[in-house]
C-alpha cells in the first residue's frame, strides 16, 4: 500500500510503502513499486524488526556528515560539528588542528554510523571531504574507514595529488574518495570513520551498494530510522 498514488510533485515527496503481514508469503518476499520508470526494491526478513539507523533504498546509504550515531573521543582529541560548512549540511573535523596523527584504531577519535542493509557483499564507500591539500610536509592527509569490526582501512586523500586531481577538487569544491569493504549479511552494520591526520574535513558519506547514479552533490540523505 502506498500513501499517496497521485498527485503533484513541485520539488521532492517522500512516498511511504506499507505491507500488510497477514497476507505477506512467510520467508522472504520481494516487489517492486515503479514511479515514471524507476523501480524501487522492496524486502522484508523479518517483520518484527525495527530498522535501525539509516535505511538502504536503491542500493544506496546517504549520510550527512553530521548525523552520526555515535562519537568515541580520544581524550582531547574529538570530532566537532562545523555548521554551515560544504555543499549540503555542514561537515565534521578533528579538533584541535594541532592534534598528533594516530594509527586506528588505537587512540583514534571516530564516527559511527548505524544503517540497515538489504544487499551485503562488495560495497564502496566515498567520502566527501573538504578540498584541503597537503599542508603538512612529508605526508598526505590520510582517515580510515571501516565496517563493524573489521580492522580499519587507511587511505591518503592524496594519494592521487596530480594536476588532474588539484583541478577537478577545485571545480567540484571537494575531494571525493572511495573505499572497498566487503559485509556479511543482512540487517543492522556501523561504518565507522577514524581519524589519522588531522585537517581531514568530513562532509558526507555515501554507501554504494551498486545503485548510486551519478550526481553533483550526491544522492539525498537516507531516510533514518532508531538508532
Not at 8 to 16: A, D, N, S
Request: charged share 20%; proline share 7%; glycine share 8%.
Amino acid at each position: 500500500m502506498l500513501s499517496a498514488t497521485h498527485g503533484r510533485i513541485e520539488k521532492e515527496e517522500r512516498l511511504w510503502v506499507s505491507v500488510d503481514w497477514s497476507k505477506a508469503p512467510m520467508g522472504s518476499a520481494s516487489g517492486t513499486v515503479e514511479i515514471n520508470g524507476v523501480a524501487l526494491p522492496v524486502s522484508e526478513t523479518n517483520p518484527e524488526a525495527k530498522l535501525s539507523g539509516f535505511v538502504e533504498a536503491d542500493e544506496t546509504v546517504s549520510i550527512e556528515a553530521e548525523h552520526y550515531t555515535r562519537t568515541v573521543d580520544s581524550g582531547a582529541v574529538r570530532w566537532e560539528k562545523i555548521p554551515d560548512y560544504g555543499r549540503t549540511l555542514s561537515a565534521m573535523s578533528i579538533f584541535p588542528v594541532t592534534a598528533a596523527s594516530v594509527t586506528p584504531p588505537t587512540n583514534s577519535p571516530c564516527l559511527e554510523y548505524r544503517m540497515t542493509l538489504f544487499n551485503p557483499g562488495q560495497v564502496e564507500v566515498e567520502a566527501i571531504l573538504a578540498p584541503t591539500l597537503n599542508f603538512v610536509p612529508g605526508r598526505g592527509l590520510r582517515f580510515a574507514v571501516s565496517f563493524d569490526d573489521q580492522p580499519p582501512q587507511v587511505v591518503d586523500a592524496l594519494e592521487h595529488n596530480s594536476q588532474t586531481d588539484w583541478e577537478t577538487s577545485v571545480k567540484d569544491n571537494v575531494r571525493k574518495v572511495r573505499t572497498s569493504h566487503t559485509v556479511a549479511g543482512t540487517g543492522v552494520h556501523t561504518l565507522k570513520f577514524w581519524m589519522v591526520d588531522p585537517g581531514v574535513v568530513l562532509e558526507k558519506l555515501v554507501v554504494d551498494l551498486g545503485g548510486v547514479k551519478p550526481s553533483y552533490l550526491g544522492p539525498p540523505e537516507s531516510y533514518r530510522g532508531q538508532d
